[in-house]
Each structure stands twice: as structure tokens, then as C-alpha cells.
């Protein structure tokens, strides 16, 4: 447990006010990480690198000045910055997989959040001077992997959210102001504190049995009201979808609304803080602490499930050597990053350039130029 996450358990002392925005928005962070995939990941350290194009994307020009996005901490102490990005886990504790991976922004001045799915089974590859490291340490990860496995081949632990952090931001492009880690049993725990959840659930229902993994998913199609078992089993679902992972992923941001929505009711605020901020505490990792709230407080009675937005990072799938991977669609992830992260939309860019010559007229540009 981190030391700003020990910081929590002394919250009590800090009134009532502080413990119930605090514990509403740690929460909120930590439960975007909530579900888990069903799948095994099988060691694969024989296999080469195939000649795929990188899916780490580092020199986007207009990413290069993203610190003037995300001024964390050149606001004052008492202000949040523009925007905020944060990195949300689901983990399998026995496994060690991080099999859910949502990278995030929190904009102050209106309370909107945006997510981006990650696939777990994202095609990844390290630099030779992190695969030197890892080696010198014992750990020999394979030349390539699924993203969901970086944590464990990095050892778990801070190393291997240090690892798995930095690689996100590699793909991505962006820094990470703060991260919250969450596993299968504080999920489970954070909906039956809040009393379950009704969701709606996809037509045909949910069925799936693995005994090796614990895991048994027997749910009917239609409304249901989902225990935190069941709830479970329902953001882990994905063999029965004909897209898999995809389909999984829509499933799990359609659920963290309707989760939103529910948590952030009066009533339920007002009958299950003492239950979250227990959650919080007990089943949470993160580097987001006590003193950092103050930051945030205002901000707070902006987050509403409306304000939310998300979408799954484009990839396209692809068998390697009998595994399948998602390889990132470079120019597609662009512009979702361009607009999730910066507020910048393609149309928008569009527009402008047909303002500066609506006709199109010697506006081409050379090579030198």
C-alpha cells in the first residue's frame, strides 16, 4: 500500500466534508479500473518480434506540448489544474494480469471526464535498455507481449506499475498526473456497499464457466439487479461476443455510467459513505492522497454520469505466430487522443482550414514547406 493510500485511513479525523467528497471522488477514480478479462496468458518468450509497425507513438507535434495541458502542480495548492490525466487498473490479484487498462482526463472547469479503453491484448514491445533492465533483474520478458502482462513480467509491485505507466504514456503520448488500482474482490465489494446495481443486460444473457479462475457467469438478458458477483461476471464477459474484448470494453463503460449515476445519488451518498470510504481504504492502490483533494473539491458537484464520455482505443486484431494481438491504428488514435485528451476535433481542424480558403484555391503545399 502506498504511503499517500495509508494517509486515507486517517481521514476520519479530518470532518465530515472533507471525508465525503474525498471518499466520492477517490472512489469514482478508482472504480473507471473495475473489470477484468477471462482469458490466460501463455508465456511466449521463444517467439521473434514480427515486422509490425511500432505501436508506441512519441513525436505527435502537437503532443509535444502537452505540459501546457496538464499544469499539475502550478496552480496552487487549493486549485485543480486545466485538465487532469489519470491512469485506472483492473487487476487479477492471483494472476497479476491487468487485464482492465482506461487512461483518463478530469477537466476542472466543467466536470468532464473521458475515457479510453486500451485493449488488454495490445501488441507490445519494450526498448532494448527496459528489456536490458528487466533481464539484469531476473525477470527476461519475451521481445514482444500482450499489454495486460507487462505488470507481471516487470515483477508486479511499483516496478511493474512503473513499467506498465510509462508504457501507456508511450502509446499514448501523454503524462499520467495520478493512477488508482483496483482488483476483482474491492469491486465485488464496492456495488453490494452501494446496495447492487441495476443494468441492463445484453439480449441472450451471459454464460461462462472457467473453474480455474473461480469465475462462473450465469445471467439472464434484460434489466437485472446485479449483486457485486454478478456485476462481475458481467464486466468480464467476452467469449460469447462476436467482437470479444470490443464488445467487453462497451460493456464495462456502459456500466461505469449507470454505476455513476447510481453512487452519486444523494441517497446513496448519504447511506453508503461510511461503506465506500472503507473500500477506499481497504481494496484501492493510488498515488492520489489526502492533501491532493483540496485540489478537486470545487470541482466536484460538476461530475455527473452526463459528463462522461469514452471510447475504445481503434486497433485492429491480428493472429501472431497463434496468438492474438490488437495493433494500434496510428492515425485513428491520433485524432481520439487529439480529442479526448486536448478538446481538439477533427471537424474543427477541417473547418478552419476552409475558412483560410474556402474555395481550395493555390493553397497546395510543398515539400520544403
Not at 147 to 171: F, H, I, M, P, T
Request: glycine share 8%; with cysteine; charged share 25%.
Amino acid at each position: 500500500m502506498s504511503e499517500k493510500n495509508k494517509e486515507f485511513k486517517s481521514v476520519s479525523s479530518k470532518g465530515k466534508y472533507i471525508k465525503k467528497y474525498f471518499a466520492v471522488f477517490g472512489v469514482i477514480m478508482a472504480i473507471f479500473g473495475i473489470s477484468f478479462g477471462s482469458g490466460v496468458y501463455i508465456y511466449q518468450s521463444n517467439l521473434e518480434p514480427p515486422y509490425l509497425e511500432s505501436n508506441q507513438i512519441k513525436d505527435w507535434d502537437r503532443l509535444a506540448h502537452s505540459d501546457e495541458n496538464q499544469q499539475s502542480d502550478d496552480n496552487g495548492v487549493f486549485s485543480a489544474p486545466p485538465r487532469t490525466n489519470f491512469l485506472l487498473i483492473g487487476r487479477d490479484k492471483i494472476a497479476g494480469l491487468t487485464d482492465t487498462i482506461i487512461a483518463g482526463t478530469f477537466v476542472s472547469a466543467t466536470g468532464e471526464i473521458s475515457m479510453v479503453s486500451i485493449p488488454r491484448d495490445l501488441y507490445t514491445t519494450l526498448e532494448r535498455d527496459k528489456v536490458k533492465e528487466l533481464n539484469d533483474a531476473g525477470r527476461n520478458p519475451p521481445r514482444y507481449f500482450k499489454l495486460n502482462s507487462l505488470y507481471n513480467y516487470a515483477g508486479r509491485g511499483d516496478r511493474g506499475l512503473e513499467y506498465l505507466k510509462n508504457e501507456v504514456s508511450d502509446v499514448l503520448g501523454i503524462k499520467f498526473d495520478y493512477y488508482a488500482m483496483i482488483d476483482t474482490e474491492g469491486f465485488r465489494s464496492v456495488v453490494d456497499t452501494i446496495g447492487g446495481i441495476d443494468f441492463e443486460v445484453p439480449e441472450g444473457g451471459l454464460h461462462y464457466s472457467d473453474p480455474g479462475q473461480d469465475l462462473y457467469i450465469d445471467l439472464k438478458g434484460g434489466m437485472q439487479h446485479l449483486n457485486g458477483s454478478q456485476a462481475e461476471g458481467l464486466v468480464r464477459f467476452r467469449k460469447g461476443y462476436a467482437t470479444q474484448d470490443i464488445r467487453r470494453m462497451e460493456v464495462q463503460q456502459e456500466f461505469l455510467k449507470v454505476f455513476l449515476k447510481t453512487v452519486l445519488s444523494k441517497e446513496s451518498l448519504s447511506n453508503n459513505i461510511k461503506g465506500l470510504i472503507a473500500d477506499f481504504s481497504k481494496y484501492v492502490e493510488t498515488d492520489f492522497g489526502i492533501n491532493d483533494i483540496t485540489k478537486y473539491l470545487s470541482c466536484l458537484p460538476n461530475i455527473n454520469a452526463e459528463n462522461v464520455k469514452s471510447v475504445v482505443l481503434p486497433c485492429d486484431g491480428k493472429m501472431i505466430d497463434g496468438a492474438y494481438y490488437f495493433i494500434l491504428k496510428e492515425d485513428e488514435t491520433k485524432e481520439v487522443i487529439d480529442e479526448y485528451f486536448f478538446g481538439i476535433k477533427k471537424e474543427e481542424e477541417t473547418s478552419s482550414e476552409s475558412e483560410i480558403n474556402p474555395n481550395n484555391e493555390n493553397n497546395s503545399v510543398s515539400d520544403a514547406d
